[in-house]
């Protein structure tokens, strides 16, 4: 008897783990885009999704995760003549990401809630999830606007992390003083923009 609720119970989950559908992230119409601020000023680009997949059941979301290739970490707001590459150089350096050692970075979902009192074009998902940088893990919690259309997501989200629980504390007014205008803000501000397909 124990033995055939056992079965029945692992046919359970696995019929609910195989009725999801799995929407893969399209990595060329999908985008990161970072921003780093000084005191002064600061600089932006991007650093390209390697994979990821959405997970969907009865049309709503239900987790997923998503590899990010730190290598491509690009500076869009200056030219080549203006230290694009030395600075791209240096986010890739241990005083930043370190990406010889830790190429990409990732972002699992733990845990999904729609917001069903979501006006339209608000934010109707708050996704909690583990976020791996430099070979560090913290849980963070971000809203994004999700649409389901055609066996197409599109999603769009704003958050921010604190980057020296990452271990990233170049310039951080937390560990260095007297820094001045050197001085760089511990909050990384990021936008996301994803198209996936089923």
Request: charged share 25%; aromatic share 10%; net charge positive.
């Amino acid at each position: 008897m124990k033995t055939l609720i056992i079965l029945a119970i692992l046919a359970i989950i696995s019929s609910n783990l195989y009725s999801q559908d799995r929407y893969n992230i399209d990595v060329k119409s999908s985008e990161l885009r970072w921003e780093g601020n000084k005191v002064i000023g600061g600089h932006w680009g991007t650093v390209n999704f390697q994979s990821g997949f959405l997970a969907v059941k009865a049309n709503k979301i239900t987790g997923g995760e998503f590899t990010i290739d730190m290598k491509s970490i690009k500076v869009l707001d200056l030219k080549e003549n203006e230290g694009k590459s030395k600075l791209e150089g240096h986010l890739k350096s241990d005083d930043f990401f370190s990406t010889d050692k830790f190429k990409t970075s990732t972002f699992k979902i733990t845990k999904v809630t729609e917001l069903v009192a979501a006006k339209k074009g608000q934010p109707n998902y708050k996704l909690t999830g583990n976020m791996t940088i430099r070979g560090i893990t913290h849980q963070i919690t971000l809203s994004a606007l999700i649409e389901i259309k055609d066996n197409i997501i599109t999603s769009n989200a704003d958050f921010s992390i604190d980057r020296t629980k990452w271990n990233i504390k170049y310039n951080s007014g937390n560990f260095f003083k007297d820094l001045g205008d050197n001085l760089i803000k511990n909050e990384i501000p990021f936008k996301i923009k994803i198209t996936a397909k089923k």
